[in-house]
């Protein structure tokens, strides 16, 4: 998915943050977030974790679930709420 069509997407459902090449939004008690692929304009990584849950590099937790596209991601958090 294009990056623009991607942003449009999110925003129609949360408002987005934008860290680097990091896009995020808060849905519901969900965080989805996204990638920006690189050089190209298309988006990668897509996935969702509760708002509450912080990766901890220590103990290699990483609370993230992936998701094979924006849609899925987006479907989960508002259908998890």
Not at 2 to 12: G, M, Q, R, T, V
Not at 22 to 50: H, P
Not at 53 to 68: I, L
């Amino acid at each position: 998915m294009k990056l623009d069509n991607a942003i449009k997407k999110l925003s129609k459902y949360a408002e987005f943050k934008q860290q680097g090449q990091q896009f995020s939004a808060v849905i519901g008690r969900y965080t989805v977030t996204f990638f920006k692929n690189g050089r190209s304009d298309e988006i990668t990584c897509m996935s969702t974790r509760r708002t509450i849950d912080k990766s901890d590099m220590m103990t290699d937790y990483f609370p993230q679930m992936y998701h094979p596209t924006l849609s899925a991601a987006i479907k989960y958090a508002i259908f998890n709420k």
